[in-house]
């Protein structure tokens, strides 16, 4: 069922972006698995399953409003309802992962979008999905990652004058500012 | 003839009556009607997800009590759950079946505060404290499980810290029976009342499209025809051996959210009943979980989702193979619902303000997590 | 029409039945024994293990150690400070304790105080905090299998 | 030497009132306690006997403040302004048959026309005081008691028309003659001006004007200490005066059996409407303002000419 709908969700987005973007790693065979180790590695994977859920791996370049729009409205994919958008600081890119859900369909995906860590920026989706208007507004705040398209990209959580963005790894927590020491 | 008006800002909060916390509403109106709306929130930010990597495993399980201290037993759940997914370990039988029964009664309280809060935001008093009353009856007896009122800190990652003490299922069966009795006395006292009726229907009307657009999940999404709750959609724990159903209303409107929770608890008493019936003797915790320090996952990432009472609670979890979580994002139910205010409040006057903000049940540890 | 009539019904009902309320100083509520309330220290129990330092998620536990006097080898508590002001009263301290020397008490109601400073308790403060609940006989060795099975 | 008397008089019903409000107050509490299934006060004297005078002493020894912002004289005035016409219509309430103060004619009238002025302390109050909740529920307070004065006035005059007189003493005398309250020969009446009664007192469920969970306090939110206090003997005040005229009306005033004397039986008779209210209090939600003023124009209105109509007809018809 899963690996089903990760062919066709690779088979769509690849259509869409008119190159193969999408590249899974062959199921390894017990002969492959020994020999063929090292050169798989090399091939970065874009398309798995995760924990029996299909992830796709995409650039920022790539991810756009269109292949949003895309996913929501395929008949055969219809990812109506996005769940929960995560930003995550890799110390050497950064990621925002949308996690979308299809109420009909029942089915699950991971988009990972990667950015550079110099210049994060990421094209907002809430004109697709509005739930992503608070959720990329925090992912802003904390994070510091830019989505282009957003209507209100300002602080949420924490007050308009703070310096710095506290979920990313370099950030200093100064303890005596904030009166914790 | 038209009359020249003028409008006027109007801070609703931090400190507000109405507003269940520290959130500020900066609404402009015109005479009593609204014409925009801005939430502001963070008065409550504590900085969770930071908190997170600073700890291991184990040791996060308290902040998740803070988030949503209303319902903090699915919130102990859904961490637990997200880290012994990448653990990928087995959990005891008993183990499941004393977390859906705590899960439950939380969820119970969590919707009688709900009823009592909503009812003394509309304007009736006693309601409150009855259900107030009957929450202390879930209370106490999660209490006696878990060792505290409302910050439970009940669950381990591989299972749950205590067993049951003697005779506790007992007594949550006769609990059960109190608990339904007192709630078909609310139903009395309130939902035929014309005054109340006239209060919410056809007030606040969210469409399923909207619903959707906007990520809203739980009671509100089901109260506009959308059959959604995670219990049922993708089983976790051991939701699939309960005989319950999903309450769902068509309307959208206050009312009908209103009539889903009243019929959630039902529901959730049914499940609560079964699960003290079926419940098997055995471990409560897998043997590994037991050496709470020295929980490792191997490097990897899932999302896990479970039903709270607010909506979906779900736990991003990225661990790089040490003992500490390498990010941990809070899919807060509260803190996606309340985005829906802007747009829902627009045209509406202050008294029904009042009467929507309440029925998004919102907590405000949850929104600023 | 008239279903709103229903409700004085209840209200009424209720004006009759006895009263729930707890006269609070007066009367006071005994929590279960798992009751997670102030903490207990048992200095002759302690083998300065440093476990509940690290399993404190908000590092409000410090403790220094001696040398035995008897016997080299083993060491003895010297302090042992809890930082009320930061702790959640989560629990793991007791829990990682391999041998019961920090426990929690049934009490909960002797930490308001006019000043930030009295809530810094001490080592004899917390050995001496036996008022009542379920520690309340200050020889009494709590069992094992009482505080759970993950010992 | 009547100058005296009345002087006296007056003092002595300031007075009780005072110690009337108080229990009144402590009154409400215990009612809506026992309903929720809780005691209400009980710390200070004996079933809580002293805790309204408790808070009295609190609120009067409260630091005094006006908001830097607000109208300084009107905002003084407001709760003067709202007790005085409460107090002033005690003067045609005739306690029993032999304690009254004024045997006024038109004494229907007069009260109706000096406690529809409290309203101007509403409005001054939320006016002056500078705060937009403060406004706002001056703004729903004026419109509301405005509208429900007129069905208020309009439920009595089926009971004038029976009787053919304004003086509140000839209406009671008329029900002795008659042997009937006019509960129940104006049941009709009755309700209307229970319903419209409760809006003029802006008590639950028609609290609006000081809806504390949209508007926090409504129009005194600026007011503390004694002014506070003032405000809240005023709308107790106000509270006591509708229920005294009530059962002067409907409830055959001070009449009763003979074992207890007239003015018990009077004062029974408005612990009674008062335990009705908080009765209502606890356990009904707030009203919608649309619904409030629909109700008020659409049906209560109506209904009352329409009994205004019927009393008439019955009248000539029966020959009274």
């Avoid at chain 4, 429900?148 to 028309?161: A, M, R, T």
């Avoid at chain 4, 049941?187 to 508007?215: H, Q």
Wanted: hydrophobic share 45%; charged share 25%; net charge negative.
């Amino acid at each position: 069922m899963s690996q089903e709908t990760l062919d066709l969700i690779i088979s769509k987005v690849n259509n869409a972006l008119d190159e193969e973007v999408l590249v899974v790693k062959p199921p390894e065979t017990d002969e492959e698995a020994e020999g063929e180790k090292e050169e798989k590695e090399e091939i970065e994977e874009t398309a798995k399953l995760n924990f029996g859920k299909p992830m796709i791996i995409l650039d920022s370049e790539k991810w756009s409003m269109d292949l949003a729009k895309m996913l929501r409205d395929d008949p055969q994919l219809h990812f109506d309802f996005l769940q929960c958008v995560t930003g995550v600081d890799y110390d050497e890119h950064m990621e925002v992962v949308y996690n979308l859900y299809s109420t009909e369909k029942k089915h699950y995906l991971y988009v990972k979008v990667k950015t550079p860590r110099e210049t994060p920026s990421v094209v907002s989706v809430t004109p697709v999905w509005r739930a992503a208007d608070y959720m990329e507004r925090e992912i802003f705040d904390l994070l510091g990652i830019e989505f282009p398209g957003h209507w209100n990209l300002k602080r949420i959580l924490l007050q308009d004058e703070w310096e710095g963005h506290p979920l990313r790894k370099d950030y200093i927590t100064d303890k005596k500012a904030l009166g914790l020491d | 003839m038209a009359i020249k008006t003028e409008t006027m800002t109007l801070n609703m909060g931090p400190q507000h009556p109405s507003t269940h916390g520290v959130f500020r509403l900066v609404v402009d109106v015109d005479g009593e009607t609204i014409k925009r709306v801005e939430p502001v929130m963070g008065y409550l930010h504590r900085g969770s997800e930071k908190l997170a990597e600073r700890f291991v495993y184990t040791q996060f399980i308290p902040y998740t009590d803070r988030l949503d201290y209303m319902n903090a037993m699915t919130n102990n759940y859904v961490y637990c759950a997200a880290v012994e997914k990448l653990l990928e370990w087995e959990i005891p039988e008993r183990a499941e079946y004393l977390r859906v029964i705590t899960m439950e009664l939380n969820r119970i309280a969590s919707h009688l505060v709900w009823w009592g809060t909503y009812l003394l935001d509309i304007g009736a008093l006693s309601p409150f404290l009855y259900a107030f009353r009957d929450r202390d009856h879930c209370l106490d007896l999660l209490n006696e499980i878990s060792g505290a009122r409302m910050t439970f800190n009940y669950m381990r990652i591989g299972g749950v810290k205590w067993d049951s003490p003697d005779g506790w299922i007992d007594r949550v069966k006769e609990k059960v029976k109190v608990l339904r009795e007192n709630i078909n006395e609310y139903d009395t006292l309130v939902t035929g009342n014309e005054i109340f009726q006239s209060r919410t229907i056809g007030v606040g009307k969210l469409t399923k499209e909207q619903i959707l657009d906007w990520g809203i999940s739980g009671p509100l999404a089901r109260a506009s025809g959308l059959k959604m709750d995670i219990r049922k959609d993708e089983p976790y724990s051991i939701y699939d051996r309960f005989d319950f159903d999903i309450p769902t209303q068509e309307e959208g409107d206050v009312y009908a959210r209103y009539k889903v929770r009243i019929a959630e608890l039902y529901e959730s008493l049914k499940i609560i009943e079964q699960a003290c019936e079926q419940i098997p003797e055995g471990d409560i915790i897998t043997k590994k979980g037991k050496r709470i320090m020295m929980i490792k996952p191997p490097a990897g990432e899932a999302y896990t989702r479970a039903e709270a009472s607010k909506g979906e609670i779900g736990v991003y979890a990225i661990s790089n193979g040490k003992n500490k979580p390498y990010r941990i994002k809070l899919r807060r139910p509260s803190f996606v619902n309340v985005a829906i205010l802007q747009e829902l409040l627009i045209g509406k006057n202050i008294q029904d303000l009042v009467a929507i903000f309440g029925s998004l049940d919102i907590v405000l540890g949850e929104v600023d997590a | 029409m008239f279903r709103l009539l229903k409700g004085f019904g209840v209200t009424f009902n209720y004006f009759r039945k006895k009263k729930i309320t707890i006269q609070y100083p007066d009367e006071r509520v005994v929590m279960p024994e798992r009751f997670r309330g102030i903490h207990r220290f048992f200095p002759d129990k302690c083998i300065v293990c440093n476990l509940c330092v690290t399993a404190c998620p908000t590092d409000v536990i410090t403790l220094t150690g001696k040398k035995s006097e008897e016997n080299p080898k083993k060491k003895i508590i010297d302090t042992y400070n809890i930082d009320f002001q930061g702790c959640i009263l989560c629990d793991f301290c007791t829990e990682v304790c391999p041998t019961d020397a920090i426990v929690m008490t049934a009490r909960y109601n002797n930490l308001s105080s006019f000043n930030r400073s009295e809530q810094f308790k001490d080592i004899e403060w917390l050995s001496d905090n036996h008022v009542y609940g379920y520690y309340e006989e200050s020889d009494r060795v709590p069992e094992m299998g009482e505080r759970g099975e993950q010992k | 030497m009547d100058l005296l008397f009345m002087a006296i008089y007056a003092v002595a019903v300031l007075g009780g009132l005072l110690g009337a409000v108080t229990y009144a107050i402590l009154f409400e509490r215990k009612v809506i306690g026992y309903m929720q299934i809780r005691t209400g006060p009980n710390r200070y004297g004996p079933w809580g006997m002293f805790q309204t005078i408790a808070d009295v002493m609190k609120l009067l020894m409260k630091e005094d403040i006006i908001p830097a912002q607000a109208d300084r004289k009107i905002f003084v005035l407001a709760p003067v302004v709202a007790f005085a016409p409460a107090f002033m219509v005690f003067a045609v309430i005739s306690w029993s048959e032999n304690l009254y103060a004024a045997d006024l004619n038109i004494g229907v009238l007069y009260f109706l026309g000096v406690s529809s002025m409290t309203m101007l302390g509403v409005l001054m109050g939320g006016w002056s005081s500078n705060n937009k909740y403060s406004l706002l529920g001056a703004i729903r307070g004026v419109s509301q008691m405005i509208s429900y004065e007129l069905p208020l006035v309009l439920s009595v005059l089926g009971i004038v028309i029976l009787v053919g007189s304004l003086n509140l003493r000839d209406i009671v005398f008329f029900q002795q003659d008659v042997g009937l309250w006019f509960i129940i020969l104006q049941f009709p009446a009755f309700i209307i001006y229970m319903i419209s009664a409760i809006a003029e007192l802006n008590r639950s469920p028609f609290d609006l004007p000081e809806a504390e969970s949209e508007l926090v306090s409504g129009y005194h939110t600026e007011y503390s200490g004694f002014r506070y206090a003032f405000y809240m003997l005023a709308e107790y005040t106000y509270a006591i005066a509708i229920a005294a005229f009530a059962t002067t009306l409907f409830f055959g005033g001070w009449l009763g059996p003979a074992f207890l004397p007239g003015i018990v039986w009077f004062l029974l008779k408005m612990c009674l409407f008062m335990f009705v209210w908080f009765w209502l209090r606890a356990t009904l939600p707030r009203a919608r303002v649309e619904n409030l003023m629909q109700f008020c124009w659409k049906v209560l209105i109506p209904l009352a000419l329409l009994n205004i109509v019927v009393t008439a007809i019955i009248k000539v018809w029966m020959g009274w």
